[in-house]
């Protein structure tokens, strides 16, 4: 028979003693990753290499503090690497649409903003204050004063040469029109239609060589005129570089070693020199409608070509970035143009370009949720763009699914020189993997966060140091030995297994809090094993009530479980029920009834479509079993159904698979099995009886039940035996095991089980290969016997005598 086990063995428990202090007060703080070798090989790895696609993705599951460990290292590593140059954006004065990017050495590209502001300051004050020089003023005056001279004498020598003609010239609003005169004065049109034929054709082609002299004259005016033109501009040009030069030349020997900031100062002088009526109107000079309208337009200020944008400024010395995006959209990872509204019209220039998370940590390392960037429209897809082109292109986003194209700026694209890093569960990183065949280009290293980490002193040494770090940074109390010691025994409680701890860190440390805060509302300024205790049954008691609800239930005789006495064909099974982070075992009746047929095992969960498809797979090996164990020489003549009583709910998985033969076999041996116990594990073809999960909530499941019931002292729960490391029973259930009153049972195989079950040996085959007489298996085989020959019976004439069959079941009955 198989023996129970001992307490020990049903929780492994953490000694306060054998911690090397007495409070986490005591250790150091912990700053590397906590026993995750595997990933940090792995982070760094990635952060070396400088391959094309070695970008990071960063997969665990959820608490084990990885986006934590991965901005601490990152953090360290970043203070190692140079400090990336600074951005800006400037105007391009040969095409305004596409403004320039500048790269500048680290903190300067706020020094050239301040350079350019206060340069376009002195260029204001100074443009205007040039040309209101009195040698200015006398140049111009001299070219405005022959030009007068040059055109009245052209109008003279015009006029005379009419008048000899017989025609005078009047100045209108339009120009000059030619007049017929006669004796000095001008002919009316009824003296002009009195005239002679001849000399009226006289006076016409006389007109018309006026009008030729005339057109001649203009046109030697009008060049006059830009000749005139010419001078001044040129006089301008001349006083605004005069004035221009200096200052813009000043500014350009500090930029020496920088050939980009020096051809924008280049560009800028002669947009200055070009656009220079654009300061003396600033200075209160004469201005059109249109222009005055352009100037009072927000966002629109002439002035602005002239000054600097600063996309990313680095501090000196400062290391590379390392920036956390918590909102990745499109624009906030690539960056944006912004737009100001006015009377219903959008508008931009260079100004309003605005950097976004690649630009802040171009240099460095970009940390990014790998889920929250795959929801926001169009950011998986230019990210991708951007990582393969290696630059950084801001762009409007969804541009191409516009009705109409619209005019907007096209910055100049960024060079990239970013390591990004994804963090995200492993079904996302295996999903992206499989249907993403850029995904696998792009993101080359694999960091993977283990769930747990072998038990051992050091490692819980690491997690007494990380809590102590918790302690220091959120202001909790010190924790003492004894509750660091729970802490412990509840990490691996929450990854089922003695020899192991978790690593989500997050459940561990959310225990923590509420036994720091309960020990304050104590009045304690220390946190004990106590408070760790009530922390964890409060944290249950929140969320247990449909546990307890079921409890009541059970206890009612509403659903029908049975914790004493026997029965054939019934066994109790252990569903686990999850509410959300919280789960639960509970007790189910699972039945079996055997009889006379061809039809096999039938599953009535799967055939009322409620059992998933490992259910049905587990229900499926049943049939292998049987009748690789008893059915070597005689075909099965069996129909069985197995059903959960009062379960409404969908089955799934395997671990009731031995519940259910262990129900067939009794049904068909008709030996009844002990309510007292109940069943959990998996089998094989072979018999054995295979590891299942949750095995904690199985055993303390059914001990409920039969706590609530009364125990007895016979009542237990047959586990497999490769779970005995899994156990970490709640305390109250290891003290019920040390005081006699419950058993847990760890079982290898279905004859160990159905012998416990029954009460009587299983039996094992002799070399007659045949049962001993009386055991489990041989009442099994002798009653499949039967049941075939009964079905050869049927099968050979067609029929059986009633009376013979009446007969036959009256001597069993008797029997």
Known sequence: ????????ALRRVCQPESLPFTGTEELQRLEEVVAQGRAVEAI???????????????????????????????????????????????????????????????????????????????????????FEAETYEQQRRAVLEELEKQTSGELEALQRRAEALGFG?????????????????????????????????????????????????????????????????????????SAVDHLIEEVKERYTDHPEAQAHFEAMREDVIASVDLFRRGQGGASGPAELITMMQPGRDPFDRYRVNVLIEQGRDS??????????????????????????????????????????????????????????????????????????????PGEQFRLYSTMTLEPEPIPLHVKVVLIGSPWLYYLLHTLDPEFRELFKVQVEFGEFVARTPEN??????????????????????????????????????????????SDLLDVAREASFLAGQDGRDRVTGQDVRRAIEAKIRRSNRLEERLQELITEGTLLVDTA??????????????????????????????????????????????????????????????GGRYAEDVPLALSASVAFEQLYEEVEGDSASSAELYAILSGLSGLPINQGLAVTGSVNQQGEVQAIGAVNAKVEGFFDICRAKGLTGKQGVLI????????????????????????????RTIDEGIALLTGRE???????????????????????????????????????SPRRDRDKEAAETEA
């Open 460 to 505: 819980i040494h690491a997690f007494a140091r990380l809590l102590a770090t918790r302690c220091q940074e959120e202001g909790l109390s010190p924790f003492d030995r004894s509750a660091v010691a729970k802490l412990v025994e509840h990490s691996s409680r929450l990854v089922e297994d003695q020899e192991r701890l978790a690593t989500t860190f």
């Open 565 to 626: 006495g026997a029965a054939v064909g019934q066994v109790n099974g252990i569903a686990v029920i999850p509410l959300g982070e919280y789960h639960f075992g509970k007790p189910s009746r699972i039945t079996a009834r055997t009889f006379l047929g061809r039809g096999g095992i039938i599953d009535i969960e799967r055939e009322a479509r409620m059992g998933g498809r490992i259910h049905s797979k587990g229900v499926l090996i049943l049939s292998g079993h049987l």
């Open 1 to 8: 028979m198989v023996t129970p086990l001992k307490p020990d």
């Open 44 to 130: 760094t790895f990635g952060v070396g290499i400088q391959g094309a696609g070695f970008n990071l993705f960063v997969l665990g599951p959820p608490g084990t503090g990885k986006t934590t460990a991965i901005k601490h290292f990152l953090a360290r590593e970043a203070s190692k690497l140079a400090t990336p140059p600074d951005w800006c954006y400037v105007n391009n004065f040969a095409d305004p649409q596409r403004p320039r990017a500048l790269r500048l050495p680290p903190g300067l590209a706020r020094v050239l903003q301040a350079d350019c502001e206060r340069l376009l300051t002195e260029l204001k004050a100074g443009v205007p204050r040039a």
């Open 169 to 241: 010239l009047v100045k209108t609003a339009s120009g000059f029109m030619m007049i017929p005169m006669l004796r000095g004065k001008p002919l009316e049109q009824e003296a002009f239609e009195a005239l002679d034929e001849d000399v009226k054709r006289q006076v016409n082609l006389k007109g018309e060589e006026v009008q030729k002299d005339m057109a001649a004259t203009h046109r030697r005016v009008r060049e006059m005129e830009r000749g005139a033109k010419d001078r001044l501009d040129a006089l301008d040009r001349e006083v605004a570089t």
């Open 762 to 800: 299983a039996g094992e085959r002799g070399p007659d290969r045949t049962f001993p007489e009386g055991s489990v298996n041989a009442l099994v085989q002798g009653r499949l016997r039967e049941m075939a020959e009964r079905a050869r019976a049927y099968g050979g004439d067609g029929q059986v």
């Open 319 to 396: 290391g590379a970035p390392v920036v956390v995006e918590t909102h990745p959209t499109c624009q906030n990872v690539m960056g944006r143009i912004e737009h100001q509204v006015h009377m219903g019209a959008l508008y931009t220039n260079f100004t309003m370009i605005k950097g976004g998370a690649l630009h802040r940590a171009n240099g460095g390392f970009l940390v990014l949720e790998g889920l929250e960037l795959l929801k926001q429209f169009f950011a998986w897809d230019q990210l991708k763009r951007t990582l393969k082109d290696r630059r950084i292109k801001i762009e409007e």
């Open 720 to 747: 497999p035996a490769s779970n005995v490391r899994n156990l970490m029973l709640r305390e109250d259930v290891v003290e019920a095991v040390a005081a006699g009153q419950f058993h847990v049972y760890p079982v």
